[in-house]
């Protein structure tokens, strides 16, 4: 059996984990099989279209592909800087961007797309895709590591045979971090009086779960199994275009991480590894926030945050000061609902802390060495320093993390 076979054997269509997100209706769509015939249905014969690529093995193959469907490619390599987006000189007979690799490809090539107005495909080669449908993506700015956004993808496929097998832990990362962003979008949604929609929290959870399962069932060295979470990762993306669940505070601790271990020249783990690792952390966290009873706070100390802002990420002081304010509006307000629905955000928590539990062993199994390089690679003082500054570093949307920083509940974590 081909290892496209068994993606697809137990992984139907869109539609079939598809929701109705408050009246939104989703543009980008999952092609089938390769994407090919998707790109060529909306280009005429012969048109140009610029491939933004991680792997040149990856790009090769996908570009001869795209020929025999009469499509000519131009290859462009990814990068991970706003400035390189910025810079790509596309020719003026290029009609449509398409991104051969994750989400890093996704995102420049998103980003590029929205500069130069064209369309955007993405052609999945790796297993972390669960951002790739949404049209926020994260490039450096200088040493900050931003959110900027995007042109939103028309569509998305995944080539399973192009898929590797060494991105495995920060996919799988990536995908618990969805639950708890689903944690995220609650608590911020019941303390400002919003609303989220029912079907996607089954929708995600479902998925995800689906993910522990499978991984339970494999191990490291299983051919399909690259492809099967990549298969997951692009239904989350699919579901949570508008959520944006791939940005939660999970993500912006990792993301935090990144700029921190990068301006003190240490060699760090991926995003997803980071996500996984902070999300574990954020749902203890999480639950002693639901649980602790309602009572005064300090106000947080916007001066000592812009401060540490300049000192661990090399801000500039305007920058800093500028990040660092409080977002949440009539404070008190949003206490009183959170000790409100404390029951609800109480069951959300315990859904969270039950996934990372349980994908703890798969994670670390997921390591050639079974997670024993992870050891020691993250000092606790880092993890309460980004874990306190995560909400200043330019947060996609409303989170729970967001909620504590302005509740004054992590100043016990500044140094």
């Not at 209706?25 to 140009?48: N, Y």
């Not at 790009?59 to 025999?68: F, G, I, Q, S």
């Not at 959110?147 to 080539?159: M, S, T």
């Amino acid at each position: 059996m081909r290892i496209s076979d068994l993606v697809t054997e137990n992984f139907p269509l869109p539609e079939a984990v598809e929701c109705d997100c408050g009246g939104h209706t989703f543009s980008a769509k999952i092609a089938e099989q390769d994407g090919v015939s998707e790109i060529a249905s909306r280009l005429p014969h012969g048109s140009v279209a610029a491939l933004v690529w991680g792997r040149e093995d990856h790009a090769r193959e996908y570009a001869r592909r795209l020929r025999k469907a009469g499509i000519v490619s131009r290859p462009y390599p990814a990068s991970d800087t706003v400035q390189r987006a910025q810079s790509v000189a596309l020719a003026e007979d290029v009609r449509m961007l398409v991104a051969v690799g994750g989400s890093k490809e996704a995102d420049f090539a998103k980003y590029a797309a929205k500069i130069h107005n064209l369309p955007v495909f993405v052609a999945v080669t790796h297993s972390d895709a669960v951002s790739v449908l949404g049209k926020n993506c994260v490039l450096y700015n200088g040493n900050e590591l931003c959110l900027c956004e995007g042109k939103e993808p028309f569509g998305a496929a995944i080539v399973p045979e192009l898929v590797p097998s060494e991105h495995l832990p920060a996919a799988f990362g990536n995908i618990c971090a969805c639950a708890l962003s689903l944690f995220d979008r609650e608590a911020y949604a019941r303390a400002t009086g919003t609303e989220i929609c029912p079907h996607l929290h089954e929708t995600v959870l479902a998925l995800v779960y689906r993910a522990l399962d499978t991984v339970a069932a494999s191990n490291r060295h299983s051919p399909e199994l690259p492809a099967r979470l990549a298969q997951i990762a692009l239904r989350l993306s699919y579901v949570s275009q508008h959520e944006d669940l791939a940005h939660g505070a999970a993500d912006d601790c990792a993301r935090t991480a990144d700029m921190l271990f990068r301006r003190e020249n240490r060699v760090a783990p991926s995003r997803g590894e980071f996500a996984f690792v902070f999300g574990a952390v954020l749902c203890a966290v999480y639950r002693e926030f639901v649980r602790a009873p309602h009572a005064f706070t300090p106000p947080p100390d916007n001066n000592l945050r812009a401060e540490l802002l300049c000192e661990y990420l090399g801000w500039d002081e305007l920058t800093a000061a500028r990040a660092a304010v409080s977002r949440v509006r009539n404070l008190g307000l949003a206490a009183y609902r959170i000790n409100e629905y404390r029951d609800e955000l109480i069951s959300a928590s315990d859904e969270a802390k039950k996934v990372f539990d349980e994908g703890k062993k798969y994670f670390r199994r997921l390591y050639e060495d079974d997670g024993y390089g992870m050891k020691n690679r993250i000092e606790p003082s880092d993890v309460k320093t980004v874990t306190a500054l995560a909400p200043d570093t330019h947060p996609l949307r409303g989170n729970a993390l967001l909620l504590m920083r302005d509740l004054g509940l992590l100043e016990r974590y500044l140094a």
